[in-house]
């Protein structure tokens, strides 16, 4: 009886496959990838070991042909597939449907050198229906993809390995640098850079309780007379300063404290309402960065841990391929999602015309299959998937996100009223859910979605012009502007996106790279820069801008993306690369020779020119002088360079002269 072998990347999806095909079929896991290029010495074969380039993996003198090697670890699974290859008269390549999907899919032909008839088999969810029509419409490899991911691979590695041997040399063994994450350490440099620049400023305000019709309310003082008073938003983001030609009333605390008096012999009077209509809608479905941003925010998920549970969710057959950046949905799925909103909401919850929404425009847009969807033509309910902890939720959170695309609009009611109080005015303001819509759906760990619905809601009582209304109380408040926010896994997720750096593939392995690597630490849900980071990102700056220049890395991710459309030649690309006038080659060489390893290693911080910061051997560490001498201080782990003040070094000094506070 005459056998057909299909390949997988993974044992979970070549168990749910096996579900779904009879016996004639030998359904097998390749584990990854099965050849790459060398990662040590050890891996390179031993007649290329005296080759100049051999260190490489890359032959750059011969049309950048790349060394691939099968890992150790992998020539058990080799031999295993050529002897099941053996049993077969078919061989399917079923991969996933991306760059790297079809890299593995053609290192296999090349690995196994079958003799029999070879077929591509591709899909975006793993159900029978799906299984059963892409063993029907098989095509061949396609060469350009996996040029482009071989481009890629090749680019990464002459990056990485050219640079990183500088920053070895000049800051500290063991180092790394990237065509990817050195922009992305980049983005967390600057931000801390932007904190350690800003100045706080305080200012005050006045919050008073209302009382109408036993309807209690806040208000909050907005100008007096006809002059404004200073809030939060009129104090510019990155400087911490008032901004410029904003002719505004900055509130002291003694001021505060005279009105907040004066008020008390005042009565509140309503001067205006205003009421308006607003309708919300439903934002698209997920695709794979708006799927890591959404987990981290509300399931404080990583991106690579987003990742690791969505491809177990995918391989088991629950959800559509997780790497995509189309918002599209098949005329199935939106079938399904409309099926499932008049089951589960109602059918006053379903719009009349299905929302169809076009592959989302990012930067190089690429692997353009559905956006990220509950598999199948029935979407199944996460209560009946039999799925527990974090896939549940993950599955929840797609499921939830697909029906909200496919829900009519929120209808709310935003009021705004001014009322006043002699020369003061003061601003409330209030928002009611006429119609939830597709908030329905968004309601999150309730059985009672409703009651969550109405926490969303600020209700004022029913107001009108001249309308008395009772003080019940008054309060000062003080308020500091803050520095800007560091960036979250989401927020630099968002930046990367919006900057066209990285591809949806590749987030999560990145975030998980700066942090592996040391550049950065989690703290609480931010990415907090280390020293090491900030010596990395100035070295670079200085004498290898292009490599950390935005433009310049989303210019390559899109000479990627038109090698992969067939519009770019790969060898030409890399050859200008490598080789061009301000190649990589020569650059490294001739900057290298530039750099002073001692002021490599010597971090400037705004605000504390009259301390030295290094990065060493063991750790970032202080210099100042004490008495006439040099005190060489090392800075705990725990502390941020943005975060540093002048009394916090100080107590780090004190401590190395005279030891840390006794214990007991």
Sequence with gaps: MSKKLVVVESPTKAKTIRKFLGKDYIVESCMGHVRDLPQSAKDIPAKFKKEKWAQLGVNVDQNFEPLYCVPKDKEKVVKSLRDKL????????????????????????????????????????????????????????????????????????LVGYTISPLLWKKVAYGLSAGRVQSVAVRLLVEREHERLRFVKSAYWGLRVELEKSDVKFESRLNSIGNERIATGKDFDGVTGQLEAGKNLIVLDETRAREIEKKLSQLSFVVAETDERPVMRKPAPPFITSTLQQEANRKMGLSAREAMQVAQKLYEQGFITYMRTDSTFLSTEAIGAARTAIVSKYGKEYLPDVARNYAAKKVKGAQEAHEAIRPAGTEFQDPDATGLTGLQLKLYELIWKRTMASQMVDAKQKQVSVKIQAGEFQFQ????????????????????????????????????????????????????????????????????????????????ASIIGTIIDRGYVRKGGNALVPTFTALAVYQMLSQYLPRYVDLGFTSKMEQSLDNIAEGELNSEGYLKEIYFGPDGLKETVETQGEKIDPAEARKIKLSGLDEYEFHVGRYGAYLKAQRDGETVNASIPDSESPGDLTKEIIEKIIEQKIHGADSLG
């Design 86 to 157: 053996e049993e077969a008269d078919e061989l399917f390549l079923a991969t996933d449907e991306d760059r790297e999907g079809e890299s593995i899919s053609w290192h296999l032909v090349e690995v196994l050198k079958p003799t029999v008839p070879t077929k591509r088999m591709v899909f975006h969810e793993i159900t029978k229906d799906a299984i059963l029509k892409a063993l029907k419409d098989t095509r061949q490899i396609d060469q350009n993809l996996v040029r482009a991911q071989e481009a890629r691979r090749i680019l990464d590695r």
């Design 428 to 507: 409330s303001s209030g928002m009611t859910i006429e119609f939830p819509g597709f908030l329905r759906a968004y309601v999150e760990g309730s059985d009672d979605p409703d009651a969550e619905l109405q926490e969303r809601e600020v209700r004022l009582p029913a107001l009108k012009a001249q309308d008395a209304v009772k003080r019940e109380s008054t309060e000062a408040t003080s308020h500091e502007t803050k520095p800007p926010a560091r960036f979250t896994e989401a927020t630099l997720i968002q930046k990367m996106e919006r900057e066209g750096i990285g591809r949806p593939s590749t987030y």
